[in-house]
Nanobody, 127 residues
Framework: QLQLVESGGGLVQPGGSLRLSCAAS????????VGWYRQVPGEDREGVVC????????NYADSVKGRFTISRDNAKRTVYLQMNSLKPEDTAIYYC????????????????????WGKGTLVTVSS
């Protein structure tokens, strides 16, 4: 069964950190770029970051540059998002997304078009 499963969300105070994980199964993750998106209810889904299939290229949204770091372990079929210096405006449901890596434009396009979506994990930043 093809799936992406996110974990690691929760409640954290402003300035705190969380690490999200995205575990893939049912398809060959090493051929796919993987991204993280987030969505606040009532708003559009926002691309946060995308990493190439090899892990050698990344693209971050300006809102998270310097605070979030994406990484991947293809042997473990898992992608991680380390989130530091969290702010209340980072509160959202975070989704993992996989896109066939067809070249540099895939990462620059924030992993669009997406082939597979996870179901999301809630991150709440509040005191």
């Amino acid at each position: 069964q093809l799936q992406l499963v996110e974990s690691g969300g929760g409640l954290v105070q402003p300035g705190g950190s969380l690490r999200l994980s995205c575990a893939a199964s049912g398809f060959s993750l090493p051929y796919y770029a993987v991204g993280w998106y987030r969505q606040v209810p009532g708003e559009d889904r926002e691309g946060v970051v995308c990493i190439s299939s090899s892990g050698g290229s990344t693209n971050y949204a300006d809102s998270v540059k310097g605070r979030f770091t994406i990484s991947r372990d293809n042997a473990k079929r898992t992608v991680y998002l380390q989130m530091n210096s969290l702010k209340p405006e980072d509160t959202a449901i975070y989704y993992c997304a996989a896109a066939w890596d067809s070249g540099p434009h895939t990462v620059q396009g924030m992993c669009i078009p997406v082939d597979y979506w996870g179901k999301g994990t809630l991150v709440t930043v509040s005191s």
